[in-house]
Each structure stands twice: as structure tokens, then as C-alpha cells.
């Protein structure tokens, strides 16, 4: 009898962008990093992207921001919004905010959104077909002691969702360094194979597994829905600029309302506007806005 050769589970995209090793990763990890080099943007890029989310940090909060010093002034935030650090029932205050809904912000932010190899592996985790935008935000830190508390915020994007879980991403994220990640300057940590827990963290355990991603600016970190993490204080001057994509199955309610509120004008105005229109779930048939079904008509 004649064997054939085993059937992986790895889509075209995957092996036309040689990213088998990343994928492997995903699987045992939980957590891959693709080094700049590999992602298909290039440093000019990462560097235009950091001085517009510094503009935007800007415009948003009323004084600049600089990557080697931080906030010119000083800034205060209500601890009671430490939201990820109030899951642990840890009280402080944030050194960081979010800028979100991106993609309406800059044509950069959009043409990462769309990004081949974020999006090839990403589509491994969640389904070629099913996956969608969830959310575009960027995190915006600088020096500061408390971070998220002694817990490290440690949690998994889809902790919402009811168990049990099974081994396909329910959502899965991708968080671009726009800096430089190292432990001391404020990483992401994650403890690796806790995706394959099919469960939300556990204390003291998730920190004490943690490990820090360190990572030059330009790196994409990928991970699955499931996997641990958190992240460490920036214990050094300057700041951590990160930009998170994050993903979800059809099925999963996304976090930005992009199918009725993106406009639709500036989807198309990017790398890849078909996909770009595909992931913001505009021809979705869910959820319904309108009588869709048929119905009888009176016989005359
Ligand atoms: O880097 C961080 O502060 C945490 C990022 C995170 O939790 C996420 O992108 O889901
Ligand atoms: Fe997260």
C-alpha cells in the first residue's frame, strides 16, 4: 500500500511567505515574534508611524511627546481607570493610554491593518475565511512604577467569550513594536504554551511564568486569543510605542463597530482595499440592520 505524505493545516500565504517557523511557534508557543525584516515594513515606515502617533498623543492630550524623554509636561491619570490593573484588585496609577479607532486616523495605520504576514498568521489562528477586524489602538507609555500592578495585567484577549474554549482562536492579536521592547524599557511578557490551558490565568502562576518579549522596533508579535500576558512597567526614561491589531472570528463581537461606522471612503484608499473591505465585515450578513428574509405575499 502506498503512503501519502502527511496533510498540514498551512495555508498558500503561509508557505509563499515562508512563514512555517512562525507558525510552529504559534502552536507550541502561543506567541511568535517576526523580526523586521521578515514583516514587509521597512524602518522608514515603523519611524513615520512613531512621529504621527506622536502627533496624535499630542493632539490628544495637549502637550508633546518625545520618544527619548516622554511627556513634556506633567500629566496626571485617574487610578480608578486602571482598568486591567482593577482585575486583580491592584489600585495605581496608569503611565500609558490608548489612541484608538487608527485606521480612521492615517492611511499608515491602514496599511498596516492589512499586512500579508500579520494577517497570513493571524488567519492560521482564527480561519482563512472567518476572520475579521476586531480593533486598531495604539499603547502609548512611558516611565512610571505601577504599570498594571503586581499582577502584570496578566489575562488573555478572550477571556469574554464562554468556555469551554477549543484549540481555534476565538480572536487573536497582533501587537507591532513601534519601539524597542526589553524588559527594563516595558515589555509585553506572556507565559508560553498557556494558550493550550483553553483557560484564563491563573495567579500567582501567571507571573511567575512569565517571560519578557524583547524585540527591536519593527518586530510583529503575534499571539493567540487564549495565550497569557500582561506587561512590565517602563522602569527607564522614554517611551514604549506599540500598535495593537486585533482579530476575531465572524462569530465574535468585535470591540470597534467598523462595519457601521468606518467610513467606508477611506477603505479603500489603502495597500489592499479589497481585503481591507472584506475584514471590516461590510458585505457580512451579520448583524442584520433590516428585514433580510423573505416574506409571503398575499395571493391576489
Ligand atoms: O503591551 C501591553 O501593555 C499589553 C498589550 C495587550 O494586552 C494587548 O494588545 O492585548
Ligand atoms: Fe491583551
Same mark, same amino acid.
Given at each position: 500500500?502506498?503512503?501519502?505524505? @502527511? ?34 515594513v *521597512? ?12 502627533l =496624535?498623543?499630542?493632539?490628544? +492630550? ?6 527619548? =524623554?516622554? @511627556?513634556?509636561?506633567?500629566?496626571t491619570?485617574?487610578?480608578? =481607570?486602571?482598568?486591567?490593573? *482593577? ?18 486616523? *492615517? ?54 467569550? @464562554? ?8 480572536t ?34 501567571? +507571573? ?45 463581537l ?8 468606518f467610513?467606508? =471612503? ?35
Amino acid at each position: 500500500m502506498q503512503r501519502s505524505s @502527511p496533510k498540514t493545516r498551512l495555508s498558500s500565504e503561509i508557505e509563499e511567505l515562508k512563514l512555517e517557523s512562525f507558525v510552529l511557534q504559534l502552536e507550541v508557543d502561543g506567541l511568535c515574534v517576526v523580526p523586521p525584516e521578515q514583516t514587509g515594513v *521597512d524602518e522608514e515606515t515603523i519611524k513615520a508611524i512613531a512621529e504621527r502617533l506622536l502627533l =496624535e498623543a499630542e493632539e490628544t +492630550v495637549g502637550c508633546s511627546f518625545d520618544l527619548a =524623554e516622554g @511627556p513634556a509636561a506633567e500629566v496626571t491619570m485617574n487610578a480608578d =481607570e486602571n482598568v486591567i490593573a *482593577d482585575l486583580s484588585g491592584d489600585h495605581g496609577e496608569p503611565t500609558q493610554f490608548l489612541l484608538q479607532q487608527l485606521c480612521a486616523r *492615517d492611511r499608515l495605520f491602514r496599511d498596516l491593518a492589512v499586512n500579508r504576514v500579520a494577517l497570513a498568521l493571524i488567519r492560521h489562528l482564527i480561519g482563512h475565511a472567518a476572520t475579521r477586524f476586531s480593533s486598531h489602538n495604539a499603547f502609548v507609555k512611558w516611565q512610571g512604577e505601577f504599570g498594571y500592578g503586581r499582577n502584570l495585567g496578566m489575562h488573555c484577549d478572550q477571556i469574554a467569550v @464562554p468556555r469551554p474554549w477549543g484549540r481555534n482562536a476565538l480572536t487573536a492579536n497582533t501587537n507591532w513594536c513601534i519601539t524597542d521592547y526589553s524588559l527594563e524599557e516595558g515589555a509585553l511578557v506572556y507565559v508560553p504554551g498557556s494558550h493550550r490551558r483553553t483557560e484564563p490565568p491563573r495567579f500567582p502562576e501567571a +507571573v511567575e511564568l512569565a517571560v519578557p518579549v524583547e524585540a527591536p522596533a519593527g518586530s510583529l508579535i503575534v499571539f493567540h486569543g487564549a495565550t497569557w500576558h500582561g506587561a512590565v512597567p517602563r522602569a527607564v526614561e522614554g517611551m514604549r510605542l506599540s500598535i495593537a491589531n486585533y482579530f476575531r472570528h465572524y462569530m465574535i463581537l468585535p470591540q470597534d463597530d467598523i462595519k457601521n461606522l468606518f467610513p467606508r =471612503e477611506l477603505a479603500d484608499d489603502c495597500d489592499d482595499p479589497d481585503t481591507f473591505n472584506l475584514l471590516a465585515g461590510f458585505a457580512d450578513e451579520f448583524p442584520y440592520s433590516q428585514q433580510t428574509e423573505r416574506i409571503p405575499r398575499l395571493v391576489q
